[in-house]
């Protein structure tokens, strides 16, 4: 039998189940929208037994988690979305999806990262100084709420490091975040990276160095990122006149 043949068949079979998929979740929603008026009338009964309010219970709690389940389900899909989009560089619409899911989840510190990395990829592609400044304004509100619920999230360490040093130029407050990361795990590269680039911009070249020279005994020999640490080595000598 030919591709095409095989082809159709499944996309019939697709649309079935999509087909199902809708008439169960809209069953769901009629069973729901029942159970609910339901328990308006028991409960505006002037008389109501034991049973009928153990039973209504029951139905209700039955509802409840068909919910939960729901915004559980939906604030997953929302966080892969908007990380399909992010990488895509998608920015806005990555962020409508994740205000949505802060909507459901309002303490969840991985949405608030991603909603503030969002904010400040926007401010770093705004040719307008204004509305990239109140990008990053946002950008670090939530940054640092994400790390006020989660101390140990060191993405969100590392993403406002970025912040503060390339959207506000403030210097020892991205070395901060960076040594605190460091303190709790002193081998990550992108940590050791940014410290050294810190260092550079503000021609502590002794300290940047020291960065470089640490990643060169983390980093396996045969990595580009190995290779990127000894040119950073090499022209920091130069300037220091080491090799002169």
């Known amino acids: 039998m030919s591709w095409s043949f095989w082809r159709k068949i499944v996309n019939r079979l697709l649309f079935f189940s ?14 729901d929208v029942r159970i609910i008026n339901e328990s308006k009338r028991v409960i505006s009964k002037k008389k109501k037994s034991i049973d009928e309010l153990e039973e209504l219970r029951g139905k209700l709690k039955r509802v409840i988690n068909r919910k939960i389940r729901a915004v559980e389900l939906l604030e997953e899909a929302d966080r892969l979305l908007a990380a399909k989009y ?41 040719t307008d100084e204004r509305a990239a400044k109140e990008y990053y304004s946002s950008a670090r509100l939530y940054l640092e709420k994400a790390i006020e619920l989660e101390p140990d999230l060191i993405e969100a360490r590392y993403s406002l490091g970025l912040l503060l040093f390339f959207g506000f130029k403030d210097v020892s407050g991205a070395i901060k975040q960076m040594k605190i990361i460091l303190e709790e795990n002193p081998d990550d590269v992108d ?8 260092y550079y911009e503000i021609n502590e070249l002794g300290k940047a160095l020291n960065e470089y020279i640490t990643l060169t005994r983390i980093l396996p020999k045969n990595s580009p990122r190995y290779k990127k640490a000894e040119e950073n ?6 300037e220091l006149g080491y090799y002169e």
Do not use: Q, T, W
């Not at 998929?21 to 769901?28: D, I």
């Not at 989840?105 to 926007?122: M, Q, R, S, T, V």
């Not at 080595?233 to 130069?238: A, D, F, L, T």
């Open 86 to 126: 992010m990488d895509i560089g998608s920015y806005n619409l990555a962020l409508e999806v994740l205000k949505e899911a802060e909507y459901l989840k309002p303490e969840n510190a991985f949405i608030k990262k991603d909603i503030g990395l969002c904010y400040y990829f926007l401010g770093r592609a705004e």
């Open 233 to 238: 080595i090499i022209k920091i000598n130069r």
């Open 191 to 198: 940590a050791h990276f940014a410290l050294g680039r810190f």
């Open 18 to 31: 999509f087909f199902m998929v809708l008439f169960l979740l809209g069953c769901a929603a009629r069973e």
